[in-house]
């Protein structure tokens, strides 16, 4: 036991440094003025090598073959965290240091040149710096290992214990039905008459409707708070500190709730962690798709529920006066309006999942090598063209939309999807229960917070995702409760 606290302290010690550059991560975001930021970026540099040294240190490894020793006298939460930090020192070791400065040089370069690219819609300018980046990619997934195929790896980051055959069948499954669903959102969006809202909407009446939906969700004013950025964000500073930020469209006040709602989702997961654990796996998010399925599940199965609007829709027409000449069911066409879009971030609910195929399909075969990188545009317009009826104006509108890739955030996309099918099947698990179907109905959210923390935020990452969703639902990632909520909601069977 004595073994084991010395880690947890060390952990905790890692902890302070990982969210005093959070704080400033956050800041950098939101208030920095632009003359700063070249002290920012050493401030960081800093904190992220004194970070990855001790995380990679004698001290720490000491300490934990010491805990490691007495691991059958620690409870289960305990014992998942000495797991995970094995876990997580193996992989930081493999990569030598040398590789972690080649790939931030690498990266820094190629969000530049993207940044061009997309700009002037010239992939040739970006297709080098992406031929780097997957080599970097590739290397790092041999170091790290693998069995079936170097994906595996990489997915492996963002979401532990995922296979990438699985993941492929899955989505397998999806993709014919969500073509299918989309097509018929589509059709029956075009034949609403309201195409959108009358009039405009003040930013600070926008503000108090967000703060309102967002306290009576549940989330904690006085551990957290909401600002305003270009692209939204939630980012934890501490035990008791979740920042959440949005944009404002003064045309279209949904525009920021949904924002609003969606990092709200994952601002009351990371309340629901456990505060006394914070900084140790166990205290921590499990995986972007189990993150993902709480701002979805917030957003899409709450947010744009009939049962909601029932109850905040009458609150708008205050705030928003002209909102009272509309007609309660013209409006959810609008909170259910679908449209094809070039852009992912752009997509609605019904079309969405689409872009994440056409994704991981083509990273999947970049990483294999069996798709050569000056071929990404036409193979990317080609399946867009499959998928959704449409070919992409420009690389702009194609391969070059997402900062992913330029990141060397490969094998990230896969979790959005997975993220909308935990979403569903997490939502239709808690409404089994009576009291959280009840209240539901009457947009009272408080026994489904409950049941979501007792089930899945406390949890923190003492599951693995798979093994997480089993035991609060009773089988692993599936795609049948997203297929029958959007079939339910956006085609009527
Ligand atoms: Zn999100």
């Given at each position: 036991m004595k073994a084991y606290q010395k880690v947890a302290e060390l952990a905790a010690e890692l902890a302070v440094i990982q969210s005093a550059g959070a704080v400033l991560g956050w800041d950098q975001e939101t208030y920095l003025p632009a003359r700063a930021v070249e002290h920012r970026a050493r401030q960081l540099a800093w904190l992220g090598t004194r970070g990855h040294a001790l995380a990679t240190s004698a001290r720490f490894e000491k300490a934990l073959e010491a805990a490691e020793a007495q691991v059958a006298d620690l409870d289960e939460r305990q014992q998942a965290n000495v797991k995970q930090w094995r876990w997580r020192m193996e992989r930081a070791r493999k990569l030598p240091a040398k590789l972690v400065a080649e790939e931030s040089e690498v990266t820094s370069r190629a969000k530049a040149a993207w940044a061009e690219a997309r700009r002037g819609s010239d992939f040739s300018q970006f297709a080098p710096h992406l031929e780097r980046v997957l080599d970097l990619a590739r290397r790092k997934a041999d170091r790290w290992g693998w069995q079936s195929e170097p994906y595996d790896a990489l997915l492996e980051e963002y979401e532990r214990g995922a296979r990438t055959a699985q993941v492929a069948a899955l989505f397998e499954r999806l993709r014919p039905e969500l073509a299918e669903i989309g097509q018929a959102a589509v059709e029956r969006s075009r034949q609403r008459t309201m195409k959108r809202l009358p009039g405009s909407f003040p930013i600070e009446q926008q503000q108090i409707l967000n703060r309102e939906v967002a306290e009576s969700l549940g989330f904690d004013f006085a551990a957290g708070r909401i600002d305003t950025t270009t692209h939204p964000f939630c980012t934890t500073l501490g035990p008791a500190d979740v920042r959440l930020t949005t944009r404002y469209n003064e045309a279209d006040f949904l525009s920021s709730l949904f924002g609003v709602l969606h990092e709200t989702g994952h601002g009351l997961y990371e309340q629901g962690l456990v505060a006394a654990e914070f900084g140790l796996p166990s205290g921590e998010a499990v995986s972007l798709g189990i993150h993902e399925s709480q701002s979805r599940l917030w957003e899409n199965h709450v947010g744009r529920s009939e049962a909601f609007w029932a109850r905040w829709f009458p609150r708008a027409a205050e705030l928003f006066p002209r909102l009272r000449k509309v007609k309660l069911e013209d409006f959810m066409g609008l909170v259910h309006r679908s449209e094809f879009s070039f852009i992912r971030v752009e997509a609605d609910e019904a079309t969405y999942d689409l872009h994440i195929l056409l994704r991981f399909g083509l990273e999947r075969k970049m990483v294999a090598g069996e798709l050569a990188v000056a071929d990404v545009p036409e193979a990317w317009n080609a399946e867009f063209e499959a998928l959704f009826g449409m070919r992409p104006p420009d690389a702009a509108h194609g391969c070059l939309q997402d900062i992913h890739w330029s990141m060397g955030?490969?094998?990230?996309?896969?979790t959005y999807t997975l993220g909308n099918l935990n979403a569903a099947q997490l939502y239709a698990a808690a409404l089994r229960r009576k009291t959280v179907a009840r209240a539901v109905e009457q947009a009272d959210y408080a026994p489904l917070l409950g049941w979501l923390q007792k089930n899945v935020h406390q949890a923190g990452g003492v599951y693995d995702p798979n093994d997480l969703m089993q035991r609060a639902t009773g089988s692993a990632t599936n795609a049948k409760w997203h297929l029958a909520h959007l079939r339910r909601r956006y085609v009527g069977a």
């Open positions: 955030g490969i094998g990230y996309f896969a």
